[in-house]
T-cell receptor, first 119, second 117 residues
Framework: AQTVTQSQPEMSVQEAETVTLSCTYD???????LFWYKQPPSRQMILVIR??????QNATENRFSVNFQKAAKSFSLKISDSQLGDAAMYFC????????????????FGSGTQLTVLP | DTGVSQDPRHKITKRGQNVTFRCDPI?????LYWYRQTLGQGPEFLTY????????KSRLLSDRFSAERPKGSFSTLEIQRTEQGDSAMYLC???????????????FGPGTRLTVL
C-alpha cells in the first residue's frame, strides 16, 4: 500500500515571500501521479498542481511549482509571491496509474500542512 | 453551478440514529468517490462507483455504511446506528472517464460535516 507523509503540520509565510511545503511518499510502483490540493477553510478542495511520475520536468502553474525527486520519493510544493488567498490546508496526494478500466484510482492523501500567510 | 454538490452541509445526530447524505456529481462524470476526513487528517477513501456499479470499497466502510448510485447520477451514503467515531467530514468527488490527462482530475464537493452526539 502507498503512504504519503507531510511532516510539517503548520507553516507560515510573509506575504510576497516564498514558502516550500514538503511531502514524501512510499510506493513500489513505477508509474503514478502526484497532486497538491488546497482546502480553504469551510470550502471545497481544489487541485493546485499535478505531476506525472514518468515526466522528469517539474510541473509549474503560475506561482506554484513542484520539486519532484522520484528516486528520493519526494514531492515538495513551492509557492512564490505568497498571497493572503493562499492561506489554506494543503494536501499532498498520490494516485496509482490505472490498472484496468474499472480501477478506482482513488487518491491517498497526506495529513496536510496548514499554511498561514502573514500580512 | 456545475460543480459537485453535497447535501446537507452539516448534520448533527444522536448516537444510534441513521443518517443519509447525498452527492450530485458533475453531470458528465461517470466516476464517483466517497472519502471521509477526520479532524486534522487528510481524506481517506471509502468507496468508488463507475456509473451505477460500486466497484471498490475500503475496509473503512463497515457494514453500518451503505452507498448507492441507482441511476449512475447522484449517490447516497447512509450510516446506520451512528457512533461518535463516525463524526467526520464526508467528501464526494467525481471525475470523467477516459485515459487523457485532463480526465485524471477528481473534483470535490464541499462535504457534509457529521457530528454524532
Amino acid at each position: 500500500a502507498q503512504t504519503v507523509t507531510q511532516s510539517q503540520p503548520e507553516m507560515s509565510v510573509q506575504e510576497a515571500e516564498t514558502v516550500t511545503l514538503s511531502c514524501t511518499y512510499d510506493t513500489s510502483e513505477s508509474d503514478y501521479y502526484l497532486f497538491w490540493y488546497k482546502q480553504p477553510p469551510s470550502r471545497q478542495m481544489i487541485l493546485v498542481i499535478r505531476q506525472e511520475a514518468y515526466k522528469q520536468q517539474n510541473a509549474t502553474e503560475n506561482r506554484f511549482s513542484v520539486n519532484f525527486q522520484k528516486a528520493a520519493k519526494s514531492f515538495s510544493l513551492k509557492i512564490s509571491d505568497s498571497q493572503l488567498g493562499d492561506a489554506a490546508m494543503y494536501f499532498c496526494a498520490y494516485r496509482s496509474q490505472e490498472i484496468s478500466s474499472g480501477s478506482a484510482r482513488q487518491l491517498t492523501f497526506g495529513s496536510g500542512t496548514q499554511l498561514t500567510v502573514l500580512p | 453551478d456545475t460543480g459537485v454538490s453535497q447535501d446537507p452541509r452539516h448534520k448533527i445526530t444522536k448516537r444510534g440514529q441513521n443518517v443519509t447524505f447525498r452527492c450530485d456529481p458533475i453531470s458528465e462524470h461517470n466516476r464517483l468517490y466517497w472519502y471521509r476526513q477526520t479532524l486534522g487528517q487528510g481524506p481517506e477513501f471509502l468507496t468508488y462507483f463507475q456509473n451505477e456499479a460500486q466497484l471498490e470499497k475500503s475496509r473503512l466502510l463497515s457494514d453500518r455504511f451503505s452507498a448507492e448510485r441507482p441511476k449512475g447520477s447522484f449517490s447516497t451514503l447512509e450510516i446506520q446506528r451512528t457512533e461518535q467515531g463516525d463524526s467526520a467530514m464526508y467528501l464526494c468527488a467525481s471525475r470523467a472517464g477516459g485515459r487523457a490527462v485532463f480526465d485524471n482530475e477528481q473534483f470535490f464537493g464541499p462535504g457534509t460535516r457529521l457530528t454524532v452526539l
